[in-house]
Every structure is written in C-alpha cells, then in structure tokens.
C-alpha cells in the first residue's frame, strides 16, 4: 500500500492527537468527535490555552 492510499484511508496524525486530548480533558466521546473533527485547529487552541 502506497502512502498516500494510507493517508486517504486511515485517521490523521492530527486528528489522533486532537482525540486524545480531548479525551484526556473531557472524558466525553461526543468531545472527542468533535475535537477529532476540528483536528489541528482544537490542537493549536490547546496548546495555546496551555501556555497562557
């Protein structure tokens, strides 16, 4: 399988580790939908958030 067939397949890099921080916040699987969703952005607000 190629890389790119992977990528259009598979779940982003982004959107795992939005998944995960939201899950680690929230403990809401609705949450970690919606933050999977929004992917780099909801990672960029966190780390933002983070270290204001």
């Given at each position: 399988m190629?890389?790119?067939?992977?990528a259009?397949?598979?779940i982003t890099f982004g959107s795992?580790?939005?998944i995960a921080i939201s899950w680690s916040q929230h403990h809401s699987?609705?949450?970690a939908i919606i933050h999977g969703f929004f992917s780099w952005?909801?990672?960029i607000y966190y780390a933002l958030m983070?270290?204001?």
């Open positions: 190629k890389n790119n067939d992977v259009k397949h598979g795992a580790l939005a699987i609705i949450w952005l909801y990672v983070r270290a204001a």
